[in-house]
């Protein structure tokens, strides 16, 4: 497991070298995944800003000058789960755990905000970079590779 | 998954049956293994699938050295194109629940199998209420693989839109709907599996699965004591989980059984190939009457002698 507290500085600088060195993100993202997302951890929000299917950069506390496409939000503990090396059942990915908060009205699940549409059309080199942050978090590894 | 050798040819035959549904000729294809005079076990695929993901229960030497396992294509499925006689280009494909039912019964009736066990996954777990309702004759057992009385919210537009890469998306909006702790290669065939789907198919099924589909006010209605209804859901599936299955088998009432499966998902006989058929053996097991205790609340891979790493 990486010593380095989810979502610190060192920790976010670890995941864009996990995710630009993935050759699935550049099989999946076809160089063409280049839609913003922020992810949202608790109050924490941190925009991830995407180029050809590469992190160009990770930008704390976005404001009016930044643009993103979608996000997920959920609270610390529903993302401590999501990047276990075994995360426990509905919050092991985001579709199943937008699915929970969304459909179920089931408390405690990452949720799904923005376009819906631009969800849809990156959706799997979205749910990859979503991913990474599993791998990023166990130092590699990850259940689900 | 097994492993084999150069020139290893799988004991599992291929062959089509023309079908008669609602006076409409179908060319159906299935796939089969096991003694010509085995007891029939009869599988369905998911939504947008094809019988391809039951290629692991057609190879188990356990299961078909007393079963004949029989697993077909729906209409529009796999290799099952869609009526010549019929014009299905100028209208959307959409699958009700008179329709998906009709359609298994007259498969097994065009097969002229005998007291058939039924199993499916998914849409085919949720038809096994409509069957127990409709056929409860027609079957010696029904068992619901991811079964609820209701599962809303996967009617979804995305999953058949020029804008989408449909071929993708369809696949990997269920990647989730998967245990993360299935081994890699069989989750990503499955995923695999469901980019082969024709367009507009998955949504269409998913119009029985997610609309038509609601046994919230009927579950009484489902007649268990003439076919005994095995509703197995996994720990991993977030559509249908553990605790919808124990609800449909409490509304059911006798000869309903709930069983919860560990580390596993929605797509169990593909997702984890080796831990699915141990949890079935046990079910089968339990429908010939070869238990000596019922069968528990949660099935897990301790219970089946299957290593599963957490």
Request: hydrophobic share 25%; proline share 9%.
């Given at each position: 497991m990486t010593e380095a507290e989810l979502a610190s500085n060192d920790w976010w600088e670890e995941y864009k070298a996990v995710v630009n060195q993935d050759d699935e993100m550049h099989v999946r993202g076809?160089?063409?995944?280049?839609e913003n997302f922020y992810v949202e951890i608790g109050d924490e929000r941190f925009l991830i800003e995407m180029d050809e299917g590469t992190v160009d950069e990770i930008v704390s506390?976005?404001?009016?000058n930044h643009a993103w496409s979608f996000g997920v939000e959920g609270d610390r503990e529903a993302w401590e789960e999501f990047v276990q090396?075994?995360?426990?059942?509905?919050?092991?990915e985001v579709i199943a755990s937008h699915y929970r908060t969304?459909?179920?009205?089931?408390?405690g699940h990452l949720q799904l905000t923005g376009n819906n549409k631009k969800i849809f059309q990156n959706l799997r080199a979205f749910q990859r970079a979503l991913d990474l942050m599993r791998t990023t978090h166990n130092d590699g590894v990850n259940s689900d590779e | 998954m097994s492993e084999h050798e150069h020139g290893d040819i799988e004991e599992i035959d291929g062959q089509y049956v023309h079908v008669d549904v609602d006076g409409v000729d179908h060319r159906i294809y299935f796939e089969e293994s096991g003694p010509?005079?085995?007891?029939p076990l009869l599988l369905q695929h998911t939504a947008?699938?094809?019988?391809?993901?039951w290629r692991h229960v057609l190879a188990d030497d356990e299961i078909t050295e007393d079963y004949r396992v029989i697993a077909y294509d729906l209409p529009f499925h796999g290799k099952s194109v869609?009526?010549?006689?019929?014009?299905?280009?100028?209208?959307d494909y959409t699958l009700t629940a008179e329709r998906f039912a009709e359609t298994i019964v007259s498969i097994a009736d065009a097969l002229d199998l005998e007291d058939p066990i039924y199993m499916g996954s998914s849409m085919g777990g949720n038809i096994t209420l409509e069957l127990g309702d409709w056929?409860?004759?027609?079957?010696?057992a029904l068992i619901g693989l991811e079964t609820g009385a209701h599962s809303p919210?996967?009617?979804?537009?995305w999953l058949d839109?020029?804008?989408?890469?449909t071929t993708e998306v369809n696949a990997y909006s269920c990647?989730?709907?998967?245990?993360?702790?299935?081994p890699e290669p069989a989750r990503r065939e499955t995923m695999y599996l469901y980019e082969q789907?024709?367009?507009g198919v998955f949504k269409g099924d998913l119009y029985y699965?997610?609309?038509?589909?609601?046994y919230r006010d009927d579950l009484?209605?489902?007649d268990a004591e003439e076919c005994p209804l095995y509703v197995v859901n996994g720990?991993?599936?977030?559509?249908?989980d553990p605790e919808m299955g124990r609800e449909v088998a409490d509304g059911v009432g006798d000869g309903a059984t709930a069983v919860e499966t560990a580390d596993?998902?929605?797509?169990p006989m593909s997702e984890n190939p080796e831990l699915f058929n141990a949890y079935l053996k046990e079910i089968l097991a339990d429908i010939e009457g070869d238990?000596?205790?019922?069968?528990?609340?949660v099935l897990s891979g301790e219970d089946v002698g299957v290593d599963v790493s957490r």
């Open positions: 076809h160089d063409t995944f280049d506390d976005p404001g009016m090396e075994v995360p426990p059942a509905f919050n092991h969304a459909v179920k009205d089931d408390p | 010509e005079d085995g007891k947008g699938c094809n019988n391809q993901e869609p009526p010549t006689s019929e014009v299905w280009w100028d209208e056929y409860p004759d027609r079957f010696r919210g996967f009617y979804i537009d839109h020029a804008h989408v890469n990647w989730g709907l998967m245990a993360t702790q299935s789907g024709a367009t699965y997610s609309v038509d589909h609601d009484d209605q489902v720990e991993y599936d977030y559509l249908t596993i998902g929605h797509f238990r000596e205790e019922p069968l528990p609340d």
